[in-house]
């Protein structure tokens, strides 16, 4: 694949809206086939009982997957059909990062996994998502330049 396509993803998803306004700490990798985000927690992002909300999560994994799929889909946005999500145990400081890597892809479906760990290295959630290529095409007005 073409690094150029790696950087304009990792651009278009860092300029989005919910990155820039919500999750303003916010880091992305993408290579062939894999994507790697991370994120500083913040309290912002806290449940009542002080670590990050399950939601939280489900965005990183999401996100990683998702990435590591679009890295190898060139001409279309893809789209998560299903994600299930496993969370292992609670965060509430430092950075998290999501590893995630495409596991199978055919003409119609994608799937991919992806790992969440703390900034000690230990896993804090684990998913895995199916996606398929969606009709929007990438080009600069979504952000894809």
Known sequence: MDQSHFK??????????????????????????????????????FHALGAIHGSVYFKLLDDAAFFAVNSMVEDVFVLTTS???????PANKGKITAVGQ????????FVAQSTLY????????????????????????????
């Open 8 to 45: 304009k993803l990792e651009r278009m998803y860092l300029l989005a809206n919910v990155n820039t306004m919500l999750f303003d700490t916010t880091t992305c990798k993408i290579s062939d086939g894999q994507a790697e985000i991370g994120l500083e927690i913040s309290e912002k992002y």
């Open 83 to 89: 994600f299930n999500i496993n969370l292992i145990r």
């Open 102 to 109: 495409l596991k199978f892809r055919s003409r119609e479906l």
């Open 118 to 145: 703390n900034e000690d290295g230990k896993e804090i959630a684990f998913g895995t998502g199916n996606f398929s290529k969606s009709k929007m095409p990438l080009t600069e007005d979504i952000g894809y330049k």
